[in-house]
């Protein structure tokens, strides 16, 4: 069994953070990920990609963590960021309740039944058609920014463990 030393390593994490999120440690994660990626000498394109992708997913924790207001610090949520075959992947997870994960999963098999072309459609449509009520604008806007992204929910207890892995290929 692997050690998550070994994990880690082999995975080229860039960043991690596991506790509780709000805007400020988001900004935090944000200006720690970006000054790693200049170090490393990656592109402006690049880095507003990750960022972006990173906003986005910490947008999500913050909007939508499920925890009961006396008990918030219970509930942390992880976010990785990591690098391997020109490859960042960010990844997050955050406790969600039974209701918000059926919400989430219908929106997600709405958007998996789309196409290219129906999403962007349905992206500039959002506002005029009143989808942004029934689609998270977060979601999709992480399902069109992607190279390639994943949800999937664990059960944990009462509650479940809702994460998004979100890939960005990297010019070689």
């Keep these: ?76 949520s992880l976010l990785v960021i990591s690098n391997k075959d020109k490859k960042y992947s960010v990844d997050t997870i955050n406790v969600v309740n039974a209701e918000q994960k059926a919400i989430i999963q219908e929106q997600i098999d709405f958007l998996n039944a789309k196409n290219a072309e129906q999403l962007v459609a349905l992206k500039a449509n959002a506002s005029d058609t009143g989808t942004a009520t029934l689609i998270s604008t977060g979601l999709l806007d992480l399902v069109l920014k992607a190279d390639d992204w994943s949800c999937t929910f664990k059960e944990d207890n009462d509650h479940f463990l809702f994460n998004i892995n979100y890939g960005i290929h990297c010019p070689a």
């Design 1 to 76: 069994m692997k050690t998550l030393i070994e994990n880690l390593y082999n995975n080229n994490v860039v960043f991690s953070y596991y506790g509780f999120i709000d805007e400020s440690v988001l900004n935090q994660i944000l200006q720690i990920t970006k000054s790693k990626l200049e170090t490393n000498h990656e592109t402006a394109h690049t880095i507003e990609r990750v960022s972006n992708a990173i906003n986005e997913c910490g947008v999500n924790i913050i909007k939508h963590n499920f925890y009961p207001e006396d008990a918030k610090v219970k509930y942390k």
